[in-house]
């Protein structure tokens, strides 16, 4: 007997989630490019609409968000009783496998997908199996090898993060073809508002729309901008949405969250002007990168990986003190198994002409005769 309380088996074995550095504040001097969030901020309509809760919060909110439910089912067109939302949608990755998945049981994902899928699943005591990818990119056959009868749930984040990259939808068909019906195909589409209109993209909801072992996720945190309310949504069969809400809090999303997401859901206008400012940035900042001799990997998100050489002085350590004490904050890869690597949100056009202009300066250091990198 041990003298005193230990969690449950594979608890230990996490390592905690670490958010981009920043914080939350806008702070004047600090370009903060190391959490994925909208340069835009929120939408005029969802600030004004989080205000107008202030007098209600002594208020239960609705219990399944049936409000905003009707009103995420209106704008894509789905059947409102396939939906649930979450307090983020890390909320619905974790009760997703906590309903699903547990001790002795496997969550099968991908080498660099994103990492909240495993956390998730060794909190609930399965196992996490990795499958290796090919150029940073899913690996359609590499997941299907290792798919065994212990498997619970496949996440594929598509497009990924931190990667960027994604499998069309005709590699999505073939993975869900080949699965068996045992096992949940979680097609975590956070940056799917991003994608759509990528010749091929697919978000998976089609999918669930279709198949009793398919669901696709949705967040408010990205092009919504809504990051800090902590609101996400998920599609699927009936079968595994009631499931789900047998499993989450009774009163999972806060009514501020639930009144800004109904607001934002309608400002189109703000929706168009986020993505086209990311359609307008996202290829000027990684032109000017790779103008600058480094690799840039391809993303359908609202962020790049930046790949740097493994030469001391030079590599993406060195960078990333470089760069914040300039005052840009990109994000470290080290916990994704890409030390070598840095990823950056696309920024308001200051921050992105800034971020190019102290990469430069970094990259200078090695280049010019008389270089300060050793
Ligand atoms: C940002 C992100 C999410 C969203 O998480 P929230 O909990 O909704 O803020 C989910 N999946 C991926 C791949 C992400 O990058």
């Not at 608890?11 to 969030?37: F, H, M, Q, W």
């Not at 073809?177 to 010749?199: N, Q």
């Not at 080290?334 to 202009?357: D, F, K, M, P």
Request: net charge neutral.
């Amino acid at each position: 007997m041990s003298s005193f309380p230990q969690p449950r088996p594979g608890i230990l074995e996490i390592t905690p989630y670490v958010g981009g550095k920043g914080g939350s504040g806008d702070r004047a001097n600090i370009a903060k490019l190391s959490a994925n969030e909208n340069p835009l901020g929120p939408s005029p309509h969802a600030i004004e609409a989080y205000q107008a809760t202030a007098a209600s919060l002594h208020r239960y909110p609705e219990g399944g968000s049936e409000t905003l439910t009707q009103a995420i089912a209106r704008r894509f067109d789905l059947d409102p009783s396939r939906i649930i939302c979450g307090a983020g949608s890390d909320e619905l990755i974790a009760v997703l496998i906590r309903a699903y998945a547990g001790p002795g049981d496997e969550v099968l994902t991908s080498r660099h997908g994103f990492l909240m899928y495993k956390l998730a699943a060794l909190a609930a005591g399965a196992h996490v199996i990795e499958a290796p990818e090919t150029e940073l990119r899913s690996d359609v056959d590499a997941l299907l090898q290792r798919v065994t009868s212990r498997t619970r749930i496949l996440f594929i984040a598509n497009p990924n993060n931190p990667t960027g990259s994604f499998i069309d939808g005709a590699e999505l068909t073939r993975l869900h073809a080949a699965l068996p019906p045992h096992v949940i195909l979680a097609v975590d589409a956070a940056y799917a508002e991003y994608a759509e209109g990528t010749p091929g993209y697919d978000s998976g909801l089609s999918l669930a729309n279709q198949y009793e072992n398919v669901v696709s996720l949705r967040t408010f945190s990205k092009l919504f901008g809504l990051a800090a309310l902590r609101l996400g949504w998920l599609f699927g069969p009936k079968r595994i949405v009631d499931t789900l809400h047998r499993v989450r809090g009774p009163f999972n999303v806060s009514l501020p969250a639930q009144a800004a997401g109904i607001a934002a859901l309608s400002d189109l206008a703000h929706q168009a002007a986020a993505r086209a400012h990311n359609d307008r940035w996202l290829p000027w900042v990684k032109q000017e990168l790779e103008g600058l001799g480094l690799k840039v990997w391809p993303s359908l998100g609202n962020f790049l990986l930046i790949e740097f050489p493994r030469r001391l002085g030079q590599d993406a350590v060195a960078a990333e003190a470089f760069l914040e004490a300039a005052g840009v904050i990109p994000r470290g890869m080290g916990s994704y198994g890409l030390g070598h690597c840095l990823r950056i949100s696309i920024g308001t056009e200051a921050e992105n002409r800034r971020l190019v202009q102290v990469l430069g300066a970094f990259q200078a250091r090695h280049t010019l005769p008389g270089g300060s990198d050793r």
